[in-house]
C-alpha cells in the first residue's frame, strides 16, 4: 500500500500487511462462534417445538381425510350389485378397497360403537349399532365420529367359508354382529364387499 514520499524517495506512512500475518480481531473469534453456536441451538430448539405442537394436528387432519375418503368408497357401492351369500356359484358383489395407514389409534369402528362406556375395554359391555357411522377411537382417549350420507349401511364381520367364499361371521358373540371393528395400529388395504342375506350387508373381508 503506497505511503507518502519524503527526501529521497522514502514512503512513510501505512505499511502493507500480509492476509494471513493480519490478527487483528483474533481474539473476538471464540466469541463470535459461542454467538452463532446459541443462536443456532435457539433456532433449532424453536423449529422441534413448533414440530412437536403442529405434529398432532397434522397427524389428526391425516387421519381425519383417510376416513372420509373411506367413507367415500363405501358409499361407492351401496347401490351396485349384491352378491345373495346362499349361492355359492354366484359372481362378486361390488367391492371396494380402503387404504389406512394411522399409528396413534386405538381402533375404527363401522356401524358400531364398541366402547359406548369409554373406559377402553371391548368386552365389558354391549356394544351399540349405529349405522352409517365410522368411530376413530385414540390412544389419547379422543374419539371421533364421522358420518356415511344416504341410506342405511348395515355393516356385517365376513369370514371365510368351507368353499373359501366371504360370508356372515356367524360368531355367538352378539357385539360382533353389530358391525366391524379394527384394531390399531392400522396399516394395509382392507376390503368391503355388498352382499345379500335376507337384508343388504356390507361385507368386511379381514
Not at 51 to 78: H, M, R, T
Not at 143 to 167: M, S
Amino acid at each position: 500500500m503506497a505511503g507518502v514520499k519524503i527526501g529521497r524517495g522514502k514512503k512513510v506512512g501505512t505499511k502493507e500487511t500480509s492476509f494471513l500475518r493480519d490478527t487483528r480481531g483474533i481474539d473476538t473469534v471464540p466469541l463470535k462462534m459461542v454467538f452463532y453456536l446459541a443462536v443456532t441451538g435457539v433456532i433449532i430448539f424453536l423449529v422441534a417445538s413448533s414440530w412437536n405442537s403442529l405434529s398432532p394436528v397434522y397427524s389428526k387432519a391425516k387421519d381425519s381425510k383417510q376416513i372420509n375418503d373411506a367413507a367415500l368408497e363405501l358409499l361407492s357401492i351401496q347401490n351396485g350389485y349384491a352378491r345373495n351369500v346362499q349361492e355359492q356359484n354366484g359372481p362378486d358383489g361390488s367391492t371396494c378397497t380402503i387404504g389406512l395407514s394411522m399409528d396413534d389409534v386405538e381402533y375404527l369402528a363401522f356401524g358400531v360403537d364398541p366402547d359406548p362406556d369409554m373406559n377402553g375395554n371391548l368386552t365389558d359391555t354391549q356394544w351399540v349399532q349405529e349405522n352409517n357411522t365410522i368411530i376413530c377411537k385414540y390412544v389419547n382417549g379422543a374419539k371421533n365420529r364421522y358420518n356415511i350420507d344416504g341410506n342405511i349401511i348395515l355393516f356385517k364381520k365376513g369370514t371365510l367359508d368351507y368353499t373359501g367364499k366371504w360370508t356372515l361371521d356367524n360368531d355367538h358373540d352378539i357385539n360382533k354382529s353389530l358391525g366391524v371393528v379394527i384394531e390399531g395400529p392400522l396399516e394395509g388395504n382392507f376390503n368391503f364387499e355388498l352382499v345379500l342375506a335376507e337384508k343388504k350387508y356390507t361385507l368386511s373381508h379381514f
